[in-house]
T-cell receptor
Framework: NAGVMQNPRHLVRRRGQEARLRCSPM?????VYWYRQLPEEGLKFMVY????????ESGMPKERFSAEFPKEGPSILRIQQVVRGDSAAYFC?????????????FGQGTRLTVV | DAKTTQPNSMESNEEEPVHLPCNHS???????IHWYRQLPSQGPEYVIH???SNVNNRMASLAIAEDRKSSTLILHRATLRDAAVYYC?????????????FGKGTSLLVTP
């Protein structure tokens, strides 16, 4: 059973371009979470999705950021018109159910660099 | 989620036991105590979780105080590979909150 797969591992974008980050959860997992880690800082929750639904996006910046988890295919975190401050590591996690009493499995992350 | 307090950093010798403390004085009766760790340049990794009783798994042990206001993650024999940031997180089992809220954690340094 493959773990949570994120791609690309590294992404370089110029200011103003779009960044698309992909996350394939573990097989059988229908809950996906996205986190952002700025350099030398902790992990910050961004959004929680189930298949075809956004459940909690309280941590998402109000502009330029969006996320989806379609019925088929990976979850996508999209950042439009990237700025230097978007440079960070973005981690995706999945779980078979809400994580209150179960573990979440994290991917290796996508490191976004905006130049 | 209730707040947790951890030391910023700790140091251990290789092959010695390590006790990582976590204070959570405002814990509620339905909060689960989770521990994750993050090795350098990697995603977080689940370590262990518990509710009231002490827990053991292949990675570590979790000792929970009787009043549940504190807990301790125990690594029985630290290796160089255990050098990481360790996060103590409370998750409410009664509501529909979703995120694991990571604080600053404890940075563990393991020296040979």
């Amino acid at each position: 059973n493959a773990g949570v797969m994120q791609n690309p591992r590294h992404l370089v974008r110029r200011r103003g371009q779009e960044a698309r980050l992909r996350c394939s959860p573990m097989k059988g997992h229908s809950h996906v979470y996205w986190y952002r880690q700025l350099p030398e800082e902790g992990l910050k929750f961004m959004v929680y999705l189930q298949k075809e639904n956004i459940i909690d996006e309280s941590g998402m910046p109000k502009e330029r950021f969006s996320a989806e988890f379609p019925k088929e295919g990976p979850s996508i975190l999209r950042i439009q018109q990237v700025v230097r401050g978007d440079s960070a590591a973005y981690f995706c996690a999945s779980s078979p159910r809400q994580v209150m009493n179960t573990e979440a499995f994290f991917g290796q992350g996508t490191r976004l660099t905006v130049v | 989620d209730a707040k947790t307090t951890q030391p910023n950093s700790m140091e251990s010798n290789e092959e010695e036991p390590v006790h990582l403390p976590c204070n959570h004085s405002t814990i509620s009766g339905t909060d689960y105590i989770h521990w994750y760790r993050q090795l350098p340049s990697q995603g977080p990794e689940y370590v262990i979780h518990g509710l009231t009783s002490n827990v053991n798994n292949r990675m570590a042990s979790l000792a929970i105080a009787e009043d549940r206001k504190s807990s301790t993650l125990i690594l029985h024999r630290a290796t160089l590979r255990d050098a990481a940031v360790y996060y103590c997180i409370l998750r409410d089992g009664s509501n529909s909150g979703y995120a694991l809220n990571f604080g600053k954690g404890t940075s563990l340094l393991v020296t040979p």
